[in-house]
């Protein structure tokens, strides 16, 4: 049988919501169809589906592409840096878009930069940590590492309520390889400083002492914060940025990435306490006068208290989550090890033979990018060679 990467399927749901009209022999919705019959038959276990979700979204706009360029280059050069001890903490407030798959952007999310960040990083170090405060769970991240021990991810997310994306389940813990290296903190509205910071500080002790990771990687979402246009959390900025704060002080190579946040003014705010706590520099509450001041009217003030929400995390509801995380942190009995390749170069790109190639032939991008992937072979689905 043909393995599963030699056939892509590609499937845009909007494409059967077109109508020629009702005498029009052409009716998309025979696509609908059609993909709904293949789902049956199992069909797209077979194939590499590539689901176009470009829609309302993530909709496609002009400059999209150098807008992907711009976030995802960021953080990967702020990796690159990072492994080049040019640097020991790095910021790109841009980045952090957790959504995106491999083959779907997903929740505003186009390109995965932190998956990309993390790929880069996997080059010098052995264990890269990933630590999620968006209020939305780091599905793509996870995704990209379920089955390797290399990455431990965890994420800290609303979670129940069909609140997007849906995944970050307590129990989704990784798989194979993976098991126990995915970590989900799924919490309740209304969640506040205390016990954020609480449970925060707990899981991130606990896991530095059974993995040890050899650096970090930590997506700043705003929208955690109280008064967010999407969110459901009751954050203050300063419970925000505690977080922040206490992983800097573990004082390992530190990738800090923005994340969602749709309440502009407060995500302003968040990300500039932040960077002023990444360089210890503790700002004063004035806003100095700049372009956007009118923006921060009428109090002019950086930091926002948390709101009045109700906090629908009991103690007892806490402590389950908390009881749950350290159970399966405990299982994992020591720091994995890998055995380190050459050191790829930075940017690393296979250089084809070009005369080898039959110019006529059209090599697709997909093909193409495969056998980046594979001449690399730093981390490839299932097929990981962490223990080669
Ligand atoms: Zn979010």
Redesign the pocket.
């Known amino acids: 049988m043909r393995s599963k990467e030699r056939i892509s399927y590609f499937y845009d749901g909007d494409v059967g919501n077109v109508y020629f009209g009702p005498n029009h022999p052409m009716k998309p919705h025979r696509l609908c169809m059609t993909h709904h019959l293949v789902l049956s038959y199992e069909l797209h276990n077979k194939m590499e589906v590539y689901v176009d979700n470009l829609g309302e979204d993530c909709p496609v706009f002009e400059n999209l592409f150098e807008f992907c360029q711009i976030y995802a280059g960021g953080t990967i050069d702020a990796a690159r840096r990072l492994n080049n001890k040019l640097c020991d903490i790095a910021i790109n407030w841009a980045g952090g878009l957790?959504?995106a798959k491999k083959c779907e952007a997903s929740?505003f999310c186009y390109i995965n930069d932190l998956v990309l960040g993390i790929l880069e990083l996997l080059k010098h170090h052995a264990r890269v940590l990933y630590i999620d405060i968006?209020?939305?769970h780091g599905d793509g991240v996870e995704e990209a590492f379920y089955f390797t021990d290399r990455v431990m991810t965890v994420s800290f997310?609303k979670y129940g309520d069909l609140f997007?994306p849906g995944t970050g389940d307590v129990k989704d813990v990784g798989e194979k390889e993976g098991k126990n290296y995915a970590i989900n903190v799924p919490l309740k509205n209304g969640i506040d400083d205390g016990s954020f910071l609480r449970l925060f500080k707990m899981i991130i002790m606990k896991v530095m002492d059974c993995y040890a990771p050899g650096a970090i990687v930590l997506q700043c979402?705003a929208?955690?914060l109280a008064g967010d246009r999407?969110?459901c959390f009751n954050l203050s900025i300063d419970g925000h940025a505690a977080c922040v704060r206490f992983v800097k002080q573990l004082n390992l190579p530190l990738l800090v990435t923005g994340?969602?946040?749709?309440t502009k003014e407060n995500v302003a705010r968040c990300w500039t306490v932040e960077t002023g706590a990444l360089l210890d520099v503790e700002l004063p509450n004035e806003i100095p006068e700049n372009d956007y001041s009118k923006y921060f009217a009428p109090d002019y003030s950086l930091k926002s208290p948390s709101g009045y929400m109700e906090n629908l995390n009991s103690k007892s509801y806490l402590n389950s989550i908390r009881q749950h995380v350290c159970e399966n942190l405990s299982s994992i009995q020591h720091a994995p090890g890998v055995q380190m390749h050459e050191v790829p170069p930075d940017f690393y790109i296979p250089d084809f033979d070009e005369d080898e190639q039959n110019p006529d032939k059209r090599v697709n991008r997909h093909t193409r990018d495969k056998q980046v992937q594979r001449d690399d072979e730093y981390y490839d689905g299932d097929n990981d060679n962490d223990h080669a």
């Open positions: 957790h959504h929740g968006d209020v939305h997310h997007f979402g929208d955690s999407l969110g994340g969602g946040g749709y």
